[in-house]
Structures are given as C-alpha cells and as structure tokens.
C-alpha cells in the first residue's frame, strides 16, 4: 500500500507547489510531472483494479459481432490495437487523453491553479479509474458544462452524444443543461442537506422502493432479482462522515465566494473576479449541490449517474483557489491538502474493506507490467 501513498504525496507535493509559483514556467513543469506520475502509475498497472479481465478480454478478443459495449469505446480499442500497442498502450493513452481534458478544462476556469485538479482527482476518483467506458464519459461531461454557462444548446447536446458513444448514461444528464434555472440560496442549501441526511439515516426511500418492488413484482427470475439488487443496493445506510462534510465544506467555501459582494469583510480575504467567473462558479455548484444532496438520498444504480455530478469538484476547487487573495493563499492550500489527504485515506480504506485480507483486494497490492 505504501506505492499509492508515495504516488499521492508525490502528487500533492508538485500540485501545490505549481500553485504555489508565480512563474508560469515553473507552474507547467510541476503539474507535468505529476500529470506524468498519474500516468505512469494507472498505465503501467496489471491484472488490478475493477474489471480487469473484462476489459483486458474485450481488447485483444472482441469483433465487432460480438461487441457489447457502446461503439466509441469499441472503435478506441480496435484503432488501438490495430496501431500495434497492447493493453498497457491503451492504458497508457487512456490515461495521456482523460488527464490531459481534466488539465485543459481547468485551466480555462483557473490558469493559475489548474494542477490542484490532480489532487482532487488522485483523492477521490483515480482508483475508479477500472471502470473505463464511463470514465471517459465523465471528462467529456465536464467538457460540456461550459457550453450550460454560455447558453449553446446544440454544443452540449452534441458532447452528451459523443460521451454515450462510451457510457450510455450520460444522455441521463440532458436535463442538466437547464440547471441554471435552479433557485439556491443559503436556506435551500441548509434545508435540502437536512432534509436528505433525514432521509438517508431512517432509510425512507429504502423501505419506499423495497415495498414497491415486493408488490409489483413477482420473483420473475434472475433479470427481476438483478433489478431488485441494484435498486435498493446502497440506500440503506448511506453514511454521513469524512466524505459528506468534505462536500459541505466545498459547497460552502463555493457560496461564500459567490457571495462575496454581500459581506465587505470577505474583501479582505477573496478577490473580486469578473461576471462570467461568477456565473460558470455557480453553475458548477448547482450541479455539486444536486450530486450532494441525491447521493445521500438514492444511490444504488444511481450512483454511476450522480458520480458525474459531483466530479466537477475537480473544477471547483481550482476556482475557489483562484478567488482567495495571494497572501492567505499558503493557508487554503495547507487546508486542501489536509482535506484531501483524509480524502485519500477514506479511498484506500473503501477499496480494501471487503476482503478478508487487505492483499485479496482487487487494489492491494499495487501490480505492474514488471512484477
């Protein structure tokens, strides 16, 4: 387990100081060698993390006949293939591709700190990264977001459609362009995430959708019990810990710098940015705030849906850093890196507690090519 310590701190340390340089060359250099080491660690990976073999099989055995996943994802693995690289190039590719759309999407919402993303990413989602179809999903939504900011229908429908040509779910999100529209202010905060650990702690939606399911169904076979599974899997006992006030305090930090110009005092701690900061801020926190408060409410088979909500943190921290003036700077970044720190710890500990030991773990221990 240590590898994936040293990776996370060789991550933080690089992240941090390329926020920390003023110098634009320095920045670059620092975020290309952690940009780097996320690579190399996920590439240069074997025979570990969710659905390895599935995947392995589908890249050196499946016809286009026989194909089961979305066309995008088939075609990626067979021009792939067909270029002479094995599995280890395509995942080396694969991650080159997703990191480079995280850098890229960041940057153009904060240039200056756009390498705090890898640390958000490397906390909390990099060791979901196995799933690959609808990772790639996730990094085209968060291409399409700036186009909800600046009113392009047709350019957002557009990246939603190429997403599904790799996970179908993310035509789910068509709905999410007409977010905007979502009145949230302090008590619709306040209330909302009240009333969803209300419902998350008594299991009410469990229950709700147990009952259902037992009184419009039969046993109906295997297709009916899967169903039934990935329904109710997850809505009972959705904890409210570590991760939940995480996603408080960024929806927090993100609502006290939108609302900056109310409070005179927050002048001498945040800068004043212009309109279209604001109003691409906020968007994101909209879409936040519903990945918060429904992940506490319906997870289960929802969750491959909400996990496209709230991985725009990726994009709201690197704002939020932007916002807060230079001098206190040194203090938010020790705060990121504590939070996210407690972030990566929580992963390791999820994706090692269903074994009986921590080495039958599809994570633990870390296996490369050269092993």
Request: net charge positive; aromatic share 24%; glycine share 4%.
């Given at each position: 387990m240590l590898i994936y310590f040293l990776v996370f701190a060789v991550v933080c340390a690089l992240g941090l100081l390329s926020a920390g340089f003023r110098n634009a060359y320095v920045r670059r250099l620092c975020c290309f060698f952690a940009f780097s080491t996320l690579i190399l660690f996920g590439g240069l990976r074997w025979d570990m993390w969710t659905d390895w073999w599935q995947y392995e099989h589908f890249f050196y055995n499946t016809s286009f006949i026989e194909n089961?996943?979305?066309?995008?994802?088939?075609?990626?693995?067979k021009l792939i293939s067909g270029l002479g690289f094995s599995y280890t190039g395509f995942l080396l590719i694969f991650y080159l591709v997703i990191l480079s759309i995280l850098l890229w999407c960041v940057y153009e919402y904060s240039p200056r700190f756009y390498a705090l993303s890898l640390i958000v990413y490397c906390s909390l989602f990099f060791l979901t990264s196995g799933g690959a179809r609808q990772h790639i999903a996730l990094f085209v939504f968060l291409l399409s977001i700036k186009y909800i900011a600046e009113k392009r229908f047709w350019w957002f429908l557009i990246f939603l459609l190429i997403g599904s040509l790799f996970h179908r779910t993310i035509l789910?999100?068509?709905?999410?362009?007409?977010?905007?529209?979502?009145?949230l202010n302090k008590w619709i905060l306040i209330v909302s995430l009240v009333v969803a650990i209300i419902l998350s702690k008594f299991n009410i939606l469990s229950?709700?959708?147990?009952?259902?399911?037992?009184h419009t169904v039969n046993d109906g076979g295997p297709?009916?019990?899967?169903?039934?599974?990935?329904?109710?899997?997850g809505l009972d006992g959705v904890s409210v810990g570590l991760g939940f006030l995480r996603k408080v305090l960024v929806l927090a930090m993100c609502y006290i710098i939108y609302n900056r110009s109310n409070n005179s005092?927050?002048?001498?701690?945040?800068?004043?940015l212009d309109?279209?900061?604001?109003?691409?801020?906020?968007?994101?926190?909209k879409i936040y705030f519903m990945g918060v408060v429904l992940s506490l409410i319906i997870y289960g088979i929802f969750g491959r849906i909400l996990t496209y909500l709230y991985f725009v943190e990726c994009l709201l921290i690197p704002m939020v850093a932007r916002s807060v003036k230079s001098r206190y700077i040194l203090a938010f970044l020790l705060i990121i890196l504590l939070v996210y720190t407690l972030g990566f710890v929580q992963s390791l500990g999820v994706f090692g507690r269903n074994s009986s030991t921590i080495t039958d773990s599809l994570f633990f221990p870390y296996r490369s090519i050269f092993d």
């Open positions: 089961d996943f979305e066309i995008g994802y088939f075609l990626a693995n789910l999100l068509f709905p999410i362009y007409w977010i905007d529209k979502l009145k229950v709700l959708l147990d009952f259902v399911i037992q297709f009916i019990r899967r169903i039934n599974f990935y329904f109710t899997q005092r927050l002048g001498l701690y945040l800068n004043r309109d279209e900061y604001y109003k691409k801020l906020f968007i994101l926190v």
